[in-house]
């Protein structure tokens, strides 16, 4: 299973090699726009845009809605995580 992450094209670094910087949560990293870009939608349009991210590529462009979604459930399922882990912790179950 592979997991998407949505982020915000904030820059273009290198239009040739398809670079950009994204923000994704308040954290800004360089991937690859190759997947997501073609002579009707050249790099330098993803800018502002949001785009779904596997391993430092680009796999498809999303609307903002989408991506405040995806982002919204990502952070339920990252504290329903904790807690599972927590109940699965034998060190929690002695405290309680």
Known sequence: MCLGIPGQVISIEDAGRKLATVEVAGVKRQINLACVVDDAHPVERCVGEWVLIHVGFAMARISEQEARTTLQILEELGSAQ??????????SAREA
């Open 82 to 91: 904790g807690e599972l882990e927590a109940m699965n912790d034998p060190a």
